[in-house]
């Protein structure tokens, strides 16, 4: 039943039948993992129409208490954000440790991490990928996909492309697991020292295949993050694009303020 002060607040009526969802969510009136009233069970509480009742779970799906999967209806989530922290992650002391940067984010967040390997092999770059390694476009590059998970939940999906001459000559990239300290240890093993990573963020709807990938309602947005890793001598010895399921991300970023 929506509150008085619901009704009075002045708000669009889906709006207010919004908050007063998301105020049971939180009070846990319906609890993380439970299904959330049908349509018709809302129409009929709130006393409002199909396309009401629709807009309010929008709302919902956005500010990311609840998510729709087609046929079965909609569910309060249960998974927290992935708190990641974007200028730890990457250290060479983790890398020492035989831990890829995925690793080192889960062990913060306290979360289990398990990825699967799409594909591995060679592939025609791209020509904003060939743009961004510095090679012509067509050109052959090593491709390496995957699909990370966080709690056995699909959240982010990546994909990596470095240089064929530089690949072709370190073996362990060509595997499914390339090792300790994941693809970047091999790389600095081989001379190729990093020394800096370049990230370019910017947040859009989710395509059919990344809604079909994350498993993600329809309309959801995801973070798009693009990575240039450069060697000591100004070399791009990778990129990566990754896609991510916004509602499962923090971007935390420590920006010095000296010179």
């Given at each position: 039943?929506?509150?008085?002060?619901?009704?009075?607040?002045?708000?669009?009526?889906?709006?207010?039948?919004?908050?007063?969802?998301?105020?049971?969510?939180?009070?846990?009136?319906?609890?993380?993992?439970?299904?959330v009233?049908?349509?018709?069970?809302?129409?009929?509480?709130?006393?409002v129409?199909?396309?009401?009742?629709?807009?309010?779970?929008?709302?919902?799906?956005?500010?990311?208490?609840?998510?729709?999967?087609?046929?079965?209806?909609?569910?309060?989530?249960?998974?927290?954000?992935?708190?990641?922290?974007?200028?730890?992650?990457?250290?060479?002391?983790?890398?020492?440790?035989?831990?890829?940067?995925?690793?080192?984010?889960?062990?913060?967040?306290?979360?289990?991490?398990?990825?699967?390997?799409?594909?591995?092999?060679?592939?025609?770059?791209?020509?904003?990928?060939?743009?961004?390694?510095s090679?012509?476009?067509?050109?052959?590059?090593?491709?390496?996909?995957?699909?990370?998970?966080?709690d056995?939940?699909?959240?982010e999906?990546?994909?990596?492309?470095?240089?064929?001459?530089?690949?072709?000559?370190?073996?362990?990239?060509?595997?499914?697991n390339?090792?300790?300290?994941?693809?970047?240890?091999?790389?600095?093993?081989?001379?190729?020292?990093?020394?800096?990573?370049?990230?370019?963020?910017?947040?859009?709807?989710?395509?059919?295949?990344?809604?079909?990938?994350?498993?993600?309602?329809?309309?959801?947005?995801?973070?798009?993050?693009?990575?240039?890793?450069?060697?000591?001598?100004?070399?791009?010895?990778?990129?990566?694009?990754?896609?991510?399921?916004a509602?499962?991300?923090?971007?935390?970023?420590?920006?010095?303020?000296?010179?």
């Amino acid at each position: 039943m929506a509150s008085s002060d619901a009704r009075d607040s002045g708000k669009p009526r889906y709006l207010q039948i919004a908050d007063d969802l998301a105020q049971q969510i939180r009070a846990k009136v319906i609890s993380p993992g439970e299904q959330v009233p049908s349509e018709a069970e809302l129409m009929n509480r709130y006393g409002v129409a199909q396309g009401t009742v629709r807009k309010a779970m929008t709302e919902l799906r956005t500010t990311g208490l609840i998510e729709t999967h087609h046929g079965k209806g909609s569910y309060v989530k249960t998974r927290p954000p992935v708190n990641r922290k974007s200028s730890d992650r990457f250290r060479r002391s983790h890398r020492l440790a035989g831990k890829a940067a995925y690793l080192a984010e889960a062990e913060q967040a306290g979360s289990t991490p398990s990825v699967t390997v799409l594909f591995v092999g060679p592939a025609e770059a791209p020509e904003d990928i060939a743009d961004r390694l510095s090679v012509l476009p067509g050109a052959q590059v090593l491709a390496r996909r995957r699909l990370y998970f966080t709690d056995g939940v699909p959240t982010e999906e990546a994909t990596s492309y470095l240089p064929w001459d530089i690949a072709q000559d370190i073996p362990e990239l060509f595997a499914e697991n390339p090792g300790g300290g994941g693809i970047y240890a091999r790389l600095e093993e081989h001379g190729h020292v990093l020394a800096e990573l370049r990230e370019t963020v910017r947040a859009r709807l989710a395509t059919k295949q990344e809604t079909v990938a994350l498993s993600l309602s329809p309309g959801s947005p995801v973070i798009h993050l693009t990575r240039n890793a450069l060697t000591e001598d100004g070399r791009v010895v990778e990129v990566c694009d990754t896609i991510m399921a916004a509602d499962q991300f923090i971007l935390d970023y420590r920006i010095p303020a000296g010179d």
